[in-house]
């Protein structure tokens, strides 16, 4: 009992001595939606101005948003759709409100009929006037896809069609098995029953087509033309510029009517995102401006991405509040740095096929050794001797220097040629991460087997 509330105790005061830096944590997480986007008011005017038509009862154009990694696509767009959906959803309690205070009582799909029907008289468009009879007409309904997830035909027609049910009816779409003119169909029905301007959203859109194709695209730009009651427009997110040159020019120029191009965000752009992310995140004495602007410059030599950026203060914040330091520093942004870039070669080098984990392997081996720079034999000779010692079949020569060439483009080696006049050229290779952590990594499964054994042969050769 002692031990157990002393243990308690001492949990309690780590706790409390932490918790100097970090007001909400929530807010640096990817998921948080904040409530403005600084520098993208330009791009949140466009797309709002296009999409304000949908408000007014008419179908929207199908829209494009382009632009690389971390330039805010994927907040942008969400942040929209709750603007959107919000607006719309006021508009039409504002109504029901109307209709109740004159003795009626009424759920949307009523409301939505007698709308329609009183559409058609005479009275109510001269009473309401002709714009607040559309807006009433009907509601709008936004969709989130991630093309990334639903990256078939099948499964985004089903995510659409299980979108517009209700959470436990008893007609959602199964994740596979119907066939596709059933979904087809089933789709339509689920749309017509909607009764809505219904504005789908498709996040990675280009990695749905190199998947499966651009049938899904073709089908939902041309949905409009099956439908009565409902209207689908379009927002498609890439990466790729060049995106729309792979499709059918009949969904190139349906999809890609409004372009919208999000450029990349320099360092000042940076450091005010940062800045208001933090004022919400920190307590306000634990971060200073210049270790935002520290974080926000090195951010911007990565492509001016938002993400990279939001990781490297979280990161320093967390690494900060573990020492239970009050302030966040410019060391912390530093170890932060150091931090993220070995998780991010650990993740690389994870996922290599075996024997290019070997070849790199003895580069390294070959490195804490004291061959920093190694040569094409020196790296074949000690790849051999460990491929052996697993009893794994050992590549010849040529197929070692393609698995090095491969290695050089991940960018976790590099090999230069360098000539020695009369005495012929030859390769040098050095590896691009630190020794010690990464072959630490790597000693588990089958290469677990390598831990304490030495590369065999070690060279003079000074280059
Ligand atoms: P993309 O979809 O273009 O790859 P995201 O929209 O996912 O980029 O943005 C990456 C991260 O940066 C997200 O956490 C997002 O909230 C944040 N972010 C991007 N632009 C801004 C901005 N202008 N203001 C605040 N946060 C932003
Ligand atoms: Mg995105």
Request: proline letters at 3%; hydrophobic letters at 40%; charged letters at 25%.
């Amino acid at each position: 009992m002692t031990i157990l509330s002393g243990l308690a105790n001492d949990i309690f005061g780590i706790l409390e001595l932490g918790g100097r830096i970090f007001r909400n944590r929530e807010v640096l997480r990817y998921s948080y939606i904040p409530d403005s986007l600084p520098h993208r008011e330009n791009e949140i005017q466009t797309i709002a101005r296009i999409l304000i038509s949908s408000l007014k009862g008419h179908t929207p154009s199908n829209i494009m948003i382009y632009g690389m990694t971390g330039t805010g696509k994927t907040v942008v767009s969400k942040l929209l759709m709750k603007a959107l959906q919000d607006k719309s959803d006021l508009i039409r309690s504002t109504a029901q409100k109307t209709f109740l205070d004159l003795g009626h009582e009424l759920n949307d799909p009523e409301l939505s009929r007698l709308l329609d029907i009183s559409l058609k008289v005479l009275d109510f468009e001269e009473i309401w006037g002709k714009g607040l009879s559309n807006i009433l007409h009907k509601p709008v309904k936004c969709i989130y896809i991630n093309c990334q997830q639903m990256d078939t035909q099948y499964r985004v027609m089903t995510q659409i069609a299980n979108r517009l049910a209700n959470y436990n009816d008893e007609d959602r779409l199964p994740v596979s098995g119907l066939p596709i003119d059933e979904v087809h169909s089933r789709l339509l029905e689920k749309l017509e029953d909607s009764n809505s301007l219904l504005i789908i959203i498709m996040d990675e859109i280009d990695r749905l087509v190199y998947k499966s194709g651009d049938d899904i695209l073709y089908t939902l730009t041309r949905i409009n033309e099956d439908l009565e009651k409902s209207r689908v427009s379009l927002i498609g997110i890439s990466n790729n510029l060049n995106f729309l040159d792979y499709l059918d020019s009949r969904v190139k120029s349906s999809l890609g009517a409004e372009e919208i191009i999000f450029d990349p965000y320099n360092a000042p752009h940076l450091r005010d995102i940062l800045a208001h992310r933090s004022e919400e995140a920190f307590y306000p004495e634990a971060v200073d401006m210049d270790v935002i602007s520290h974080c926000a410059a090195i951010a911007a030599q990565e492509n001016g991405d938002a993400r990279k950026a939001l990781d490297l203060l979280r990161v320093s914040a967390e690494m900060a509040e573990r020492d239970h330091s009050p302030k966040l520093s410019d060391m912390y942004v530093k170890q932060a740095q150091k931090k993220i870039e070995m998780d991010r070669v650990s993740q690389v080098v994870r996922t290599l096929p075996l024997q290019s984990k070997i070849v790199l392997y003895s580069i390294l081996q070959l490195k804490i050794a004291g061959r920093i720079k190694t040569t094409t034999k020196e790296v074949v000779e000690t790849y051999s001797f460990f491929s052996d010692r697993l009893d794994l079949t050992v590549l010849g020569r040529r197929q070692v220097v393609n698995l090095m060439n491969e290695l050089d483009k991940l960018g976790l080696i590099q090999t230069k040629v360098i000539s020695f006049g009369r005495h012929g050229r030859t390769t040098v290779i050095e590896a691009n991460v630190p020794g010690t952590e990464i072959i630490n990594n790597m000693h588990n499964g089958l290469l677990s087997k390598l831990k304490g054994v030495k590369p065999r042969l070690i060279y003079n050769t000074t280059f």
